[in-house]
Nanobody, 123 residues
Framework: QVQLVESGGGLVQAGGSLRLSCAAS????????MGWFRQAPGEEREFVAA????????YYADSVKGRFTISRDNAKNTVYLQMNSLKPEDTAVYYC????????????????WGQGTQVTVSS
């Protein structure tokens, strides 16, 4: 049974940092594209960042490029999202996802999802 468990969310002031973790079980993250998505209240879920299984390339949404960094530790089967210079508009529930699709910015390309972790950035 596949499980993705996010942690590390919380309340932080604007300009601060948080590191989210996604611990995977039941699958090997090195065999999957691992992505982070987020959903703000009243908004659709949107792509944040992803780490492809083939070659390990990383992709970011324009809104987080230069501030967020996705990484993974294959030995721990865990994916991370380091978030720096946080802004109030980064407030959302952040989800970890695993998939084998090609269009990594699309939700439909992911087969497994975590339950999400809340990130709140105060101004």
């Amino acid at each position: 049974q596949v499980q993705l468990v996010e942690s590390g969310g919380g309340l932080v002031q604007a300009g601060g940092s948080l590191r989210l973790s996604c611990a995977a079980s039941g699958l090997n993250i090195s065999s999957y594209t691992m992505g982070w998505f987020r959903q703000a209240p009243g908004e659709e879920r949107e792509f944040v960042a992803a780490f492809t299984r083939s070659g390990g390339s990383t992709y970011y949404a324009d809104s987080v490029k230069g501030r967020f960094t996705i990484s993974r530790d294959n030995a721990k089967n865990t994916v991370y999202l380091q978030m720096n210079s946080l802004k109030p508009e980064d407030t959302a529930v952040y989800y970890c996802a695993a998939g084998r699709g090609v269009y990594i910015r699309r939700e439909s390309e992911y087969d497994y999802w975590g339950q999400g972790t809340q990130v709140t950035v105060s101004s």
